[in-house]
């Protein structure tokens, strides 16, 4: 092999770590698997939680490179989708926790009395730009 070949393996191994690493210290920042391991009291589960963590910025990594595609039904995408949006959902969360979003909007627009209005909105509005992009882009 050439230098190049070999120096090309070696920045790409490099920057998927760093990458990696990035993603995994964002999530630990903040909080995610803390905040659900106190939620769901399953401390003694917290290595499958961190293995799982890993195990799914691999499998993410490597289906971004390869691309691969399944033939499955549609029942089994249905729980799989529901997987993922339970992620990006607790991702968000977590993010808006984080960063006290919630206090800081009801103070700047005067809404301490009617926050579960903005909470509302706020799903009502996921749900219904999920559904429009999963009909719209999705289902061509």
């Known amino acids: 092999m050439s230098i190049k070949i070999l120096f090309l393996i070696f920045m790409g191994i490099a920057c998927g770590l760093a990458v990696g690493a990035g993603f995994v210290a964002f999530i630990t920042v903040l909080g995610i698997i803390p905040r659900l391991i106190q939620l769901t009291k399953t401390s003694k589960f917290l290595i499958a939680y961190e293995g799982a963590v890993v195990l799914g910025v691999l499998c993410g990594s490597l289906f971004s490179l390869l691309e691969p ?9 249905i729980i799989l989708g529901s997987f993922y949006g339970v992620f990006v959902g607790m991702l968000a969360a977590a993010l808006t926790e984080v960063l006290n979003v919630f206090p800081l909007i009801t103070k700047r627009i005067r809404l301490h009395e009617k926050i579960i209005y903005l909470l509302m909105a706020l799903a009502f509005g996921k749900i219904v730009g999920s559904l429009f992009h ?7």
Request: proline share 0%.
């Open 134 to 140: 999963w009909l719209y882009f999705v289902n061509l």
């Open 69 to 77: 595609q399944f033939h499955v039904y549609a029942y089994i995408l």
